[in-house]
C-alpha cells in the first residue's frame, strides 16, 4: 500500500492570469542563443531512444540492474561522453560523469535523476532530468565554458566516492528511485547520501535473488562492509539539483513549462501479509472459510475510506488534532498499487493475501489503519503482518537553490519569449524523489517541467518539446551563473 500526504502545505500559485501558455513561443530570430539542435531536437531524439530501451515487450520496463537498465546506462554513458565528461559506473550500478572545473577548492554541485522506471512506464520520469543535464553542459562543451566552471558541478550516481578539492561537473544517472524490483525506493541516492543500510543489499525480489546477488550478475562486486564508505563528504559537497517532470496539473491548468519546488511531501511504504486457511473452492461451507483474499479486499476498501473521509476516523486527542486532521483532509491519497495471493488458483480458498504494497499521513493515519486492521482479520479469523518498507519525511528545499532555480527559469523564459515573465509558479511535490534521500547529505533543489494532464507512471505520460527545451535552458541559465 502507498500513503503519501503534503501535510500543512499548499500549492503556491504567484500573480498569474490565464492567457500567460500563449506567451511561451520562441522567435526565429532568438534561435541562435537557443541552441534548439542540442536542447530540443537532440534531446527528444534521446528521451525517445532510451524510451525504447525495456526489458519488455510492447511497454517500457527498467528496474534495478536489469539488462535494459545496464543497456540504458551504456547509452548514457556515451552521450555524457558526448558532452565531455569522464564516465564510470560505481558498485551500485549508477552511471556518472565528470568534467574538471576551475576552482578546486570549492564545494561541488551534485546534478541527477533516475533511469529506472516503474512498470508500463511513460518516457519522461527520470528521464527527462539526466538528459537535460547532459545537454546544458554539451551546450557549455560547444561555446569553450565547460571547463570554465568556477565551482565543481558533479552529478554522480550514488555509490561514487566524492573526492574533496576534485575539479570536477558532474551528471547524476542514480540505478534505483522507484523501487519496483526490490520494493526499497532511493538505493541508489540512499548510498551516496549515507543512509542506505547494510541490510538492504540483502534484500530479496520475488525471485529470491538479493540486490547483492543482482549487481554480481552484472560483474559489479560490493562488500557490505564497504557500503558506508560510499557516503559522499558533506563538506565537499555545495548543493543538489534535480529536474523532473511535475506528474501532476498543477502547471499545465496555470500555462507555465516550468515550476519551482518548494517542497516534498513525506511518504511511507508498508507491505501486508494476509495468512488465512487454504481449502476447496467447492467444499468448504462460507461459515467456516478463513479467507484471507476477502479480508484483503476489505482492507483495501478500509484504506480508502480512512484516506477520503480522516475526519470520520481520527478523533482531537493526543495522536491528532484540529489542524492535523483539516491538513489531511486536504493532502492525504492512499494507494493499494499491488496484490498477489498464495496458490493463486480459481478453485482454490487462498492460504495467503500478500504485498498489499500502500504510500502515507502518516503516524495518525498509520495508528488508525493498524488498529482498524487487526480488527478486521480477528473478525475474520485471520493473521496480518505489517512491515514497513519504505518510510520518507517531507523535505523542504533550500531557499536559495530555489531562488537560483527560479532565476534560471526566468532567464530561460525569456530567452524563449523575448519578453519579461509573470512570476515563476512554486509548488509542493506529492511524489518522491531522489532529492528526499539527498537531503539528508546536502540542500536540495527542484525544478519541475509541465507535462500533458499531469499523467505519469503511465505510457500516456508526455512532455511538449518546447518544455524539454525550456527545461534545458533553465539547466544552462543556472550553471552559467557557475562559469
Not at 558532452?83 to 570549492?106: F, I, K, P
Not at 530479496?204 to 559522499?232: P, W
Not at 476498501?301 to 481520527?314: G, S
Not at 504510500?359 to 496480518?384: A, H, M, P
Amino acid at each position: 500500500m502507498a500513503i503519501s500526504s503534503s501535510i500543512l502545505f499548499c500549492y503556491l500559485l504567484f500573480s498569474l492570469i490565464s492567457n500567460v501558455a500563449s506567451s511561451f513561443m520562441y522567435s526565429d530570430d532568438r534561435r541562435d542563443v537557443l541552441f534548439p539542435q542540442i536542447l530540443k531536437e537532440e534531446a527528444v531524439t534521446r528521451l525517445d531512444e532510451l524510451g525504447k530501451v525495456s526489458d519488455a515487450n510492447g511497454y517500457l520496463q527498467r528496474t534495478f540492474m536489469s539488462p535494459a537498465s545496464v543497456r540504458a546506462g551504456n547509452l548514457i554513458r556515451q552521450w555524457m561522453e558526448d558532452a565531455g565528461l569522464r564516465t564510470w559506473v560505481d558498485h551500485l550500478g549508477n552511471v556518472h560523469g565528470r568534467v574538471e572545473g576551475l576552482n578546486a577548492s570549492a564545494q561541488a554541485l551534485l546534478i541527477g535523476s533516475h533511469l529506472d522506471t516503474v512498470v508500463d512506464a511513460g518516457i519522461f520520469d527520470g528521464s527527462l532530468g539526466i538528459i537535460t543535464a547532459i545537454s546544458a553542459l554539451k551546450v557549455l562543451k560547444s561555446t569553450g565554458k565547460l571547463g570554465k566552471l568556477k565551482r565543481p558541478v558533479e552529478g554522480a550516481s550514488c555509490g561514487a566516492l566524492l573526492i574533496p578539492g576534485c575539479r570536477t561537473l558532474q551528471v547524476i544517472a542514480f540505478s534505483d528511485e522507484e523501487g519496483v524490483r526490490f520494493q526499497s525506493t532511493f538505493l541508489g541516492s540512499a548510498a551516496l547520501a549515507g543512509i542506505l543500510p547494510v541490510s538492504a543489499l540483502r534484500v530479496s525480489d520475488k525471485s529470491g535473488v538479493t540486490v547483492l546477488d543482482a549487481l554480481r550478475e552484472n560483474s559489479i562486486d560490493i562488500a557490505e562492509e564497504s557500503l558506508l564508505q560510499l557516503k559522499y563528504d558533506p563538506a565537499s559537497v555545495w548543493g543538489y539539483i534535480e529536474v523532473h517532470i511535475e506528474q501532476g496539473p498543477v502547471l499545465e491548468w496555470v500555462g507555465f513549462p516550468l515550476g519551482v519546488v518548494q517542497g516534498i511531501a513525506g511518504q511511507t511504504r508498508l507491505k501486508v501479509t494476509v495468512r488465512g486457511s487454504q481449502g476447496h473452492a467447492g467444499t468448504v461451507p462460507m461459515s467456516m472459510r478463513q479467507d484471507p483474499m476477502t479480508a484483503a479486499a476489505e482492507l483495501i476498501v478500509l484504506l480508502e475510506r480512512l484516506c477520503k473521509h480522516p475526519k470520520d476516523f481520527l478523533s482531537y486527542d493526543g495522536r491528532s488534532n484540529c489542524s492535523t486532521l483539516e491538513s489531511l483532509s486536504s493532502s492525504l491519497v492512499c494507494t493499494v498499487g499491488e496484490i498477489s495471493s498464495w496458490p493463486s488458483a480459481s478453485n482454490v480458498i487462498p492460504g495467503e493475501a500478500r504485498n498489499l504494497s500502500l504510500d502515507d499521513g502518516r503516524e495518525t493515519v498509520l495508528y488508525e489503519l493498524s488498529n482498524q486492521l487487526y480488527q478486521i482479520c480477528e473478525k475474520r479469523s485471520v493473521s496480518c503482518i505489517v512491515e514497513r518498507k519504505h518510510d520518507a519525511n517531507a523535505v523542504m528545499c533550500d531557499a536559495d537553490l530555489s531562488s537560483q532555480l527560479k532565476s534560471a527559469s526566468y532567464a530561460a523564459l525569456k530567452r524563449m519569449t523575448g519578453a519579461t515573465q509573470h512570476e515563476i509558479p512554486v509548488i509542493m511535490s506529492g511524489a518522491g524523489h531522489d532529492a528526499m534521500a539527498m537531503s539528508h547529505l546536502t540542500k536540495v533543489g527542484m525544478l519541475f517541467v509541465r507535462c500533458r494532464g499531469g499523467i505519469s507512471h503511465s505510457p500516456a505520460e508526455h512532455v511538449l518539446d518546447d518544455d524539454v527545451w525550456a527545461a534545458g535552458l533553465a539547466v544552462l541559465a543556472f550553471l552559467e551563473t557557475h562559469v
